[in-house]
């Protein structure tokens, strides 16, 4: 890793932990049906080892209706600030991220935004991951080689697979959904928690 210059980030399920914003939704989900909310989550928990969208592969099993997502109740991991303060005075950090418009200011909000040097979200650029154009504006912007970057992320089709491909060194952090998706030989290292990449970086 002596060679790289920038790293960057997935944000949710990342550098943010989602669980109770999932937890909210598989009771809205179940809510006056036949269904019970440990059923539903279960089967969540099934689909995550082979489908890249779990919740909707569950929905359509038990045909049930999708509710919203609650943002409000997104928040970063305990260790997330501690680790983006000590890897920012060595590199430059990024993120590139599917997420609906106001990256910027949520990442602000959350007391985070300022470690990086760069935000790519799709809602701003029109491309999500794991679509690699994404990937080509985050390294055009940063003026970054790809063998100079890292990717760190939660899932292997959207943020390992295709940086990969590209030529970044990849970290797959098995947290939210991840940790219930089978071993990888994919990723270029692959950690438990967020924190563990210090040992890395």
């Known amino acids: 890793m002596y060679n790289k210059k ?10 943010v932990d989602e669980s109770e914003c999932y937890e909210i939704r598989y009771k809205e ?17 099934e689909f995550a080892a082979t489908s890249d969208n779990p919740y909707k592969e569950a929905l359509q099993f038990f045909s049930l209706q999708k509710t919203k997502w609650y943002r409000e109740f997104e928040k970063p991991y ?3 600030e501690k680790v983006l303060e000590e890897l920012s005075k060595r590199y430059k950090l990024g993120i590139i991220a599917n ?6 200011q949520r990442l602000t909000d959350w007391d985070i935004g300022k470690y990086f040097d760069l935000v790519i979200a799709s809602a701003e650029e029109g491309v999500e991951k794991p679509n690699p154009e994404i990937f080509r504006i985050a390294l055009e912007r940063a003026n970054c080689l790809p ?4 990717m760190v992320g939660d899932r292997i089709d959207n943020d390992i697979l295709p940086a990969k491909k590209l030529g970044l060194k990849t970290i797959w952090v098995k947290q939210g959904f991840a940790k219930h998706q089978p071993e990888s030989d994919v990723p270029d290292y692959t950690i ?9 970086l």
């Open 78 to 80: 305990p260790f997330t």
């Open 147 to 150: 063998e100079n970057a890292v």
């Open 29 to 45: 989900t179940t809510d006056n049906t036949d269904v019970t909310y440990q059923e539903f989550k279960d089967k969540v928990i």
């Open 6 to 15: 920038w790293i960057f980030f997935d944000i949710g399920s990342t550098l």
């Open 99 to 104: 997420q609906s418009v106001g990256s910027e």
């Open 192 to 200: 438990q928690t967020l924190e563990e990449i210090l040992e890395l």
